[in-house]
């Protein structure tokens, strides 16, 4: 077992290098950068005054290398002006937009956005599991309907909308204040009991918001898969037990239509990430996706390549967390080698 | 004193389209230790009666009428199960402590997730009122008695590690554990092996004289009939036709229905010529392009395809998650074969054997290791493996394949006209209004009314399907039909329809054909040779008739042993079996003794009749090998 993970941790190293190359191709496939492009607007503008200072910053960031250069010391493979100074020994690069290192952009966000993760994925686990089993066991019943139409507009209506109409009513009904995950007088504030709840209390709007589509289409699949299960022969062989229903439901079918789930896990991640970036900039929540999105736009190029970089590590322990938990969960993978012909 | 009385039981089906009555005012009863068998063709309601005694009917099925009277002999009084709600707490508590289920597949009754011991304790749990650690003990209790060869290590063992003849061995200690008064056997060989069959019906017996327990068996087989009950019930669309001592029933069968059943069964030793009666008989009639068959300049009895020490190794990479790695399996060890023209080859074997894998390797639907296979096509041999091109494509014409399972061979989303279509098509024979014409001819070969060419398979019955399956085949008329165990899946009865229908095809048509099978009373039969495979090697080639009367390899004769037959007189004997398992080459006696890099010899011991006795072989000068070629 441990060697398995090992084995897993170590090939995760290759991959993760070809992900950070096509990254760092992607981010620079705009022509120029963002430094050769505000020289350009200093120079149509007439200023060359400054234009001396962003040249000795071009060479400060090494972007006049040629590309495999600038990846590799971006990586923190080859010497730069600086010598061995890349993400590898813990730099993650300047953000030219804010005039800060990309650490102390992201720094802040980075733990907003892993709470607001964790929550959206609680909540469509929390309240997807219930009522697709009912939906599943209660096949073409009135409740059944029920919850297929409210999840078909859950999937319809568009998620920024969805979140606008929630925050006024939030607003109106209990005093919270709109945007942000935190009211605006925490904001830079030391944590407290005072600013956990109110984060607490910012976080429902946007979990629900977030989660509605993902849920909607969860009970579809869990309710889908589940009846896939539900007419199998070992369930009526558990039956001819006498197991009650209820606890028959949960130890045999159920445990057989998790599969899916537990393997999806590495696939939600970075969906979850990008897929709120629109809701983030509307709901104005301090996550990554805005910063992403605000980076791609002005060819903040480490900023933006750092971002995709680290949804890419979460995508990959996302699936390593997930074969772990399939070979942990079904023994048809734990031991199939030992399986007799 | 009857355990089950079953008295007027009547059940609909309540669909959109109305009510359909699958069961209908039966009565019969199951004496207090003693075994009945349900018989009847599939869709007559066996299963239904099973499901409503377990209260485990479907949703849309109601008892409409008559009383399912459970005495239990643990004491008690009679209970009503029929007026019993079926998910309430009195039937749960009946439901797999005093009548229990074994049902057909065991590859899907049991869950892959969960341990044999945990399901099988669980029961133990329900109703025993025993903790998990008693519950253990008594699961391997349980699985010493039906005779599992390492009880304390199958209780952590999963489904998938366990071959089907043990999971149906754990189905078994599961249905026993809480000491049952009833045991409902629904068709609990119908999916295994011959041999395995044999093991698992003593089993069964043995289990139910040492804990003196009633059995309703249903099955559709009257060779296990035969062998274990003491009453029959015969059902047809619900109705009882026919019921009484087996042994009455079986010297004396009174309704017609019966009596044609009995008929349809094929029996090993049947007289040359002797022909099954189907209960719906149909004639072939071969007219227009198919009139006459393929002309092949290869005259009858010569040489079709020979098979020349073909190997054939499978590298399994199911390596699990920990360790492990690739595993390699001998399918098929220098198999030589000869199948001549116009005759009917049996290949017969337990599943693994490499039946199927060899009659692929003719398909060239898998590329084999090592050997040659040539078929003759009227201009000389030609190597298989070195066809391409065009010559492929009219190899591909000459050769087809009928197979197993006529549910899963035809596509759901194609009619009828179009599956019999595609093959003229890809080969581009003929128009439009020819290849129409040609459809319709196959469709009334087979027996079909080509009005029903605008349907979709699953509005045909299985049998329907098969003849469907067997139309697509002589599409392209082909002069060599591999098939594939194309009656296991069917009723008796339509088996015997199938079967008629495959020999008269090959007097019209001139076939040839390769007749994989695991039924030895189906191949002695139709063919007119049979090769005995076991572990990827032929054991025994001859005529028919002479390896079916006097076998001489232990394998073969152990595969005869088990087949049961439907005949009072001749009862399986049980106690042979307890001998070392016969599909072991290793532990066969000498000279037949097989071990690992033993080249597997034939030797011709009678005229035309081979088997493989590599120790013989030492001592005769030269095997008469070309003689079987």
Same mark, same amino acid.
């Given at each position: 077992?441990?060697?398995?993970?090992?084995?897993?941790?170590?090939?995760?190293?290759?991959? #993760?290098?070809?992900?950070? /190359? &096509?990254?760092?191709? $992607?981010?620079?496939?705009? *022509?120029?950068?963002?430094?050769?492009?505000? @020289?350009?607007?200093?120079?149509?503008?007439?200023?060359?005054?400054?234009?001396?200072?962003?040249?000795?910053?071009?060479?400060?960031?090494?972007?006049?290398?040629?590309?495999?250069?600038?990846?590799?010391?971006?990586?923190?493979?080859?010497?730069?002006?600086?010598?061995?100074?890349?993400?590898?020994?813990?730099?993650?690069?300047?953000?030219?937009?804010?005039?800060?290192?990309?650490?102390?952009?992201?720094?802040?966000?980075?733990?907003?956005?892993?709470?607001?993760?964790?929550?959206?994925?609680?909540?469509?686990?929390?309240?997807?599991?219930?009522?697709?089993?009912?939906?599943?066991?209660?096949?073409?019943?009135?409740?059944?309907?029920?919850?297929?139409?409210?999840?078909?507009?859950? #999937?319809?209506?568009?998620? /920024? &909308?969805?979140?606008? $109409?929630?925050?006024?009513? *939030?607003?109106?009904?209990?005093?919270?204040? @709109?945007?942000?995950?935190?009211?605006?007088?925490?904001?830079?504030?030391?944590?407290?009991?005072?600013?956990?709840?109110?984060?607490?209390?910012?976080?429902?709007?946007?979990?629900?918001?977030?989660?509605?589509?993902?849920?909607?289409?969860?009970?579809?699949?869990?309710?889908?898969?589940?009846?896939?299960?539900?007419?199998?022969?070992?369930?009526?062989?558990?039956?001819?037990?006498?197991?009650?229903?209820?606890?028959?439901?949960?130890?045999?079918?159920?445990?057989?239509?998790?599969?899916?789930?537990?393997?999806?896990?590495?696939?939600?991640?970075?969906?979850?990430?990008?897929?709120?970036?629109?809701?983030?900039?509307?709901?104005?929540?301090?996550?990554?996706?805005?910063?992403?999105?605000?980076?791609?736009?002005?060819?903040?190029?480490?900023?933006?390549?750092?971002?995709?970089?680290?949804?890419?590590?979460?995508?990959? @322990?996302?699936?390593?967390?997930?074969?772990?938990?399939?070979?942990?969960?079904?023994?048809?993978?734990?031991?199939?080698?030992?399986?007799?012909? | 004193?009857?355990?089950?009385?079953?008295?007027?039981?009547?059940?609909?089906?309540?669909?959109?389209?109305?009510?359909?009555?699958?069961?209908?005012?039966?009565?019969?009863?199951?004496?207090?230790?003693?075994?009945?068998?349900?018989?009847?063709?599939?869709?007559?309601?066996?299963?239904?009666?099973?499901?409503?005694?377990?209260?485990?009917?479907?949703?849309?099925?109601?008892?409409?009428?008559?009383?399912?009277?459970?005495?239990?002999?643990?004491?008690?009084?009679?209970?009503?199960?029929?007026?019993?709600?079926?998910?309430?707490?009195?039937?749960?508590?009946?439901?797999?402590?005093?009548?229990?289920?074994?049902?057909?597949?065991?590859?899907?009754?049991?869950?892959?997730?969960?341990?044999?011991?945990?399901?099988?304790?669980?029961?133990?749990?329900?109703?025993?009122?025993?903790?998990?650690?008693?519950?253990?003990?008594?699961?391997?209790?349980?699985?010493?008695?039906?005779?599992?060869?390492?009880?304390?290590?199958?209780?952590?063992?999963?489904?998938?590690?366990?071959?089907?003849?043990?999971?149906?061995?754990?189905?078994?200690?599961?249905?026993?554990?809480?000491?049952?008064?009833?045991?409902?056997?629904?068709?609990?060989?119908?999916?295994?092996?011959?041999?395995?069959?044999?093991?698992?019906?003593?089993?069964?017996?043995?289990?139910?004289?040492?804990?003196?327990?009633?059995?309703?068996?249903?099955?559709?087989?009257?060779?296990?009939?035969?062998?274990?009950?003491?009453?029959?019930?015969?059902?047809?669309?619900?109705?009882?036709?026919?019921?009484?001592?087996?042994?009455?029933?079986?010297?004396?069968?009174?309704?017609?229905?019966?009596?044609?059943?009995?008929?349809?069964?094929?029996?090993?030793?049947?007289?040359?010529?002797?022909?099954?009666?189907?209960?719906?008989?149909?004639?072939?009639?071969?007219?227009?392009?198919?009139?006459?068959?393929?002309?092949?300049?290869?005259?009858?009895?010569?040489?079709?395809?020979?098979?020349?020490?073909?190997?054939?190794?499978?590298?399994?990479?199911?390596?699990?998650?920990?360790?492990?790695?690739?595993?390699?399996?001998?399918?098929?060890?220098?198999?030589?074969?000869?199948?001549?023209?116009?005759?009917?080859?049996?290949?017969?074997?337990?599943?693994?054997?490499?039946?199927?894998?060899?009659?692929?390797?003719?398909?060239?639907?898998?590329?084999?290791?090592?050997?040659?296979?040539?078929?003759?096509?009227?201009?000389?041999?030609?190597?298989?493996?070195?066809?391409?091109?065009?010559?492929?494509?009219?190899?591909?014409?000459?050769?087809?394949?009928?197979?197993?399972?006529?549910?899963?061979?035809?596509?759901?989303?194609?009619?009828?006209?179009?599956?019999?279509?595609?093959?003229?098509?890809?080969?581009?024979?003929?128009?439009?209004?020819?290849?129409?014409?040609?459809?319709?001819?196959?469709?009334?070969?087979?027996?079909?009314?080509?009005?029903?060419?605008?349907?979709?398979?699953?509005?045909?019955?299985?049998?329907?399907?098969?003849?469907?399956?067997?139309?697509?085949?002589?599409?392209?008329?082909?002069?060599?039909?591999?098939?594939?165990?194309?009656?296991?899946?069917?009723?008796?009865?339509?088996?015997?329809?199938?079967?008629?229908?495959?020999?008269?095809?090959?007097?019209?048509?001139?076939?040839?054909?390769?007749?994989?099978?695991?039924?030895?009373?189906?191949?002695?039969?139709?063919?007119?040779?049979?090769?005995?495979?076991?572990?990827?090697?032929?054991?025994?080639?001859?005529?028919?008739?002479?390896?079916?009367?006097?076998?001489?390899?232990?394998?073969?004769?152990?595969?005869?042993?088990?087949?049961?037959?439907?005949?009072?007189?001749?009862?399986?004997?049980?106690?042979?079996?307890?001998?070392?398992?016969?599909?072991?080459?290793?532990?066969?006696?000498?000279?037949?003794?097989?071990?690992?890099?033993?080249?597997?010899?034939?030797?011709?011991?009678?005229?035309?009749?081979?088997?493989?006795?590599?120790?013989?072989?030492?001592?005769?000068?030269?095997?008469?090998?070309?003689?079987?070629?």
């Amino acid at each position: 077992m441990l060697y398995y993970i090992l084995r897993r941790v170590v090939t995760m190293i290759p991959t #993760l290098l070809v992900i950070s /190359f &096509l990254t760092f191709i $992607i981010i620079e496939l705009p *022509a120029g950068d963002y430094i050769s492009n505000q @020289i350009a607007a200093l120079k149509a503008a007439g200023e060359s005054s400054s234009v001396a200072k962003l040249e000795f910053l071009r060479a400060e960031f090494a972007l006049d290398r040629p590309f495999l250069e600038r990846y590799l010391i971006w990586v923190g493979l080859w010497p730069g002006p600086h010598g061995f100074d890349g993400l590898l020994q813990g730099n993650w690069g300047w953000s030219f937009e804010y005039e800060k290192p990309v650490a102390d952009v992201i720094g802040p966000t980075l733990p907003m956005t892993i709470i607001l993760n964790m929550a959206t994925i609680l909540f469509v686990y929390v309240v997807s599991f219930p009522i697709g089993i009912y939906s599943a066991t209660r096949q073409y019943s009135w409740g059944d309907y029920g919850f297929t139409f409210v999840g078909y507009i859950g #999937l319809a209506t568009p998620n /920024f &909308l969805l979140g606008l $109409i929630m925050l006024y009513l *939030a607003n109106r009904w209990f005093g919270l204040s @709109i945007g942000g995950l935190m009211d605006p007088e925490y904001i830079g504030r030391p944590m407290s009991v005072d600013k956990m709840l109110s984060i607490l209390a910012h976080l429902i709007v946007p979990t629900i918001v977030i989660g509605t589509a993902g849920t909607a289409a969860m009970i579809r699949r869990l309710r889908a898969n589940l009846l896939d299960e539900l007419h199998r022969q070992y369930v009526t062989t558990a039956r001819a037990k006498g197991m009650r229903e209820a606890r028959l439901l949960v130890k045999y079918p159920l445990r057989m239509a998790l599969n899916p789930f537990i393997a999806d896990i590495g696939n939600l991640i970075p969906s979850l990430v990008s897929g709120s970036v629109i809701v983030s900039v509307v709901l104005n929540l301090p996550t990554v996706g805005p910063v992403l999105l605000n980076a791609l736009q002005s060819q903040d190029q480490f900023l933006a390549g750092f971002i995709l970089l680290f949804v890419a590590i979460l995508t990959l @322990i996302g699936m390593l967390v997930s074969d772990l938990l399939l070979a942990v969960l079904d023994p048809r993978i734990r031991l199939g080698g030992r399986a007799a012909s | 004193m009857d355990v089950l009385t079953v008295d007027g039981l009547s059940v609909d089906f309540v669909t959109s389209e109305g009510r359909a009555r699958a069961v209908d005012n039966v009565s019969f009863s199951v004496p207090e230790n003693r075994t009945v068998a349900l018989v009847g063709e599939s869709g007559s309601g066996k299963t239904v009666i099973s499901q409503a005694i377990m209260g485990l009917l479907p949703e849309k099925a109601e008892i409409t009428g008559g009383r399912l009277l459970f005495n239990d002999m643990a004491g008690g009084t009679a209970v009503d199960i029929a007026a019993l709600n079926r998910k309430g707490e009195e039937m749960r508590a009946i439901r797999g402590n005093r009548i229990a289920i074994i049902f057909q597949e065991p590859m899907t009754s049991l869950s892959p997730l969960h341990t044999i011991g945990d399901q099988i304790g669980e029961a133990a749990e329900l109703h025993r009122g025993v903790n998990a650690a008693e519950a253990r003990e008594l699961t391997r209790d349980m699985l010493r008695l039906v005779r599992f060869p390492d009880p304390a290590r199958a209780l952590n063992s999963y489904p998938f590690e366990l071959s089907g003849g043990l999971r149906q061995r754990a189905m078994i200690a599961m249905a026993m554990i809480c000491h049952p008064a009833l045991l409902i056997a629904d068709e609990p060989t119908t999916a295994l092996d011959v041999t395995i069959q044999a093991e698992i019906l003593k089993l069964i017996k043995d289990v139910q004289s040492e804990l003196s327990m009633s059995v309703l068996l249903i099955t559709h087989d009257f060779g296990v009939v035969a062998n274990m009950a003491d009453e029959v019930v015969v059902i047809y669309h619900g109705r009882i036709m026919e019921k009484g001592a087996a042994s009455a029933l079986f010297a004396n069968p009174q309704h017609a229905y019966l009596k044609a059943l009995l008929n349809a069964v094929p029996r090993i030793g049947m007289e040359p010529g002797e022909r099954l009666v189907p209960i719906r008989p149909i004639e072939p009639h071969a007219e227009g392009f198919l009139a006459g068959g393929r002309s092949n300049g290869v005259a009858k009895g010569a040489p079709l395809v020979r098979l020349e020490h073909v190997s054939k190794t499978f590298l399994t990479r199911k390596s699990g998650l920990f360790g492990g790695g690739a595993h390699e399996l001998l399918a098929l060890d220098d198999i030589n074969l000869t199948v001549r023209r116009g005759e009917c080859l049996g290949l017969v074997g337990e599943s693994g054997s490499g039946k199927t894998t060899t009659a692929k390797a003719i398909l060239r639907a898998i590329d084999i290791d090592g050997g040659t296979i040539h078929y003759d096509t009227g201009a000389g041999p030609m190597d298989v493996a070195g066809l391409s091109g065009p010559a492929l494509l009219d190899y591909r014409k000459r050769v087809q394949l009928i197979f197993q399972d006529p549910f899963s061979s035809l596509n759901p989303r194609m009619t009828v006209n179009d599956i019999l279509l595609e093959p003229l098509i890809i080969h581009e024979v003929g128009t439009p209004a020819e290849r129409a014409e040609r459809v319709r001819e196959l469709m009334r070969l087979v027996g079909l009314d080509p009005r029903f060419l605008r349907r979709y398979p699953h509005s045909f019955s299985g049998g329907q399907r098969q003849r469907i399956g067997i139309a697509r085949a002589l599409a392209l008329n082909p002069e060599f039909i591999l098939c594939d165990e194309p009656t296991s899946a069917l009723d008796v009865s339509v088996q015997a329809q199938i079967l008629n229908l495959l020999k008269d095809l090959k007097s019209e048509l001139g076939l040839t054909y390769l007749f994989v099978s695991h039924n030895l009373a189906v191949v002695d039969y139709i063919a007119d040779r049979v090769a005995v495979m076991c572990r990827g090697r032929v054991v025994e080639i001859g005529e028919t008739r002479s390896v079916v009367e006097e076998p001489l390899h232990p394998y073969t004769r152990a595969l005869l042993r088990s087949v049961p037959e439907p005949d009072l007189d001749a009862p399986l004997d049980f106690a042979a079996l307890d001998e070392q398992r016969a599909s072991e080459p290793s532990l066969w006696p000498e000279p037949f003794r097989l071990t690992d890099g033993t080249a597997p010899v034939l030797v011709e011991m009678k005229p035309g009749h081979f088997v493989c006795a590599p120790g013989a072989s030492a001592t005769r000068p030269e095997p008469a090998r070309e003689a079987i070629l």
